[in-house]
């Protein structure tokens, strides 16, 4: 038995959008409609969804985050209280670049912390975890465990989101410190071993 959705009597959701089963939408919440929101989603207070915008099933967005045109969460998104992404790389008020969006995708599991900015036009990679506050000018690796301003990484993350003892390139192999889950590097790739 799934959980009827649950839209607050403040939010407004435009016609058109489409909101899958048992998702739940906050306070002051506003959905643009072409919207497509996945199954059992969590949109925090004072959050804004653009009309191209595809969020997965899953995603958790916290109070005061506006996720733009030309942004994908994939499934199991976690978007940190009043995190940001942009959409227009150089943007001007006198000038209009509507045409010139650049496509942000943020693949499954991914994190993205407090705070932190996602600068259009990058991949962030699935199960990655961008720290609090961190700035994101460009595509993060599965995995990756991302801090700073510029964002720069500092190592690997379990699925679970604990941090791996792994370098941070070469080849190596490292176990979850909660789950028991061996992840392995290879060539500067992190996945689960085999």
Same mark, same amino acid.
């Given at each position: ?6 839209? !607050? ?10 909101? /899958? ?5 906050? !306070?002051?919440? !506003? +959905? ?8 059992? +989603? ?10 191209? =915008? ?10 005061? =985050? ?6 994908? &969460? %994939? ?12 959409? +227009? ?23 993205? /912390?407090?705070?932190?900015?996602? $600068? ?5 990679? %699935?199960?990655?975890? =961008?720290?609090?506050?961190? =700035?994101?000018?460009?595509? $993060?690796?599965?995995?990756? &465990?991302? $801090?700073?301003?510029? *964002? ?8 679970? /989101? ?15 410190? !909660? ?13 689960? *071993?085999?």
């Amino acid at each position: 038995m799934t959980a009827a959705t649950s839209i !607050h009597p403040s939010a407004i959701v435009d016609d058109g959008a489409q909101i /899958g089963e048992g998702s739940r939408i906050w !306070h002051f919440v !506003h +959905v643009c409609g072409g919207a497509r929101i996945g199954a059992g +989603v969590s949109l925090g207070q004072n959050v804004f969804v653009g009309n191209k =915008v595809v969020i997965g099933d899953r995603c958790k967005v916290q109070n005061n =985050v506006s996720v733009y045109d030309n942004v994908t &969460l %994939e499934e199991g998104v976690f978007c940190g209280p009043s995190m940001v992404f942009t959409n +227009v790389y150089n943007p001007r008020a006198l000038i209009e670049r509507k045409s010139e969006y650049r496509d942000t995708l943020v693949r499954r599991g991914a994190t993205l /912390g407090a705070n932190c900015t996602i $600068v259009c036009g990058v991949t962030i990679g %699935e199960f990655a975890l =961008v720290g609090a506050g961190a =700035v994101v000018n460009k595509d $993060v690796p599965a995995y990756a &465990l991302m $801090v700073g301003i510029p *964002a720069r990484q500092i190592g690997w993350c379990s699925q679970y /989101g604990e941090q791996l003892d792994l370098p941070l390139t070469g080849n190596a192999t490292a176990t979850c410190p !909660h789950t028991g889950q061996r992840y392995q590097l290879l060539d500067g790739v992190c996945q689960p *071993a085999p």
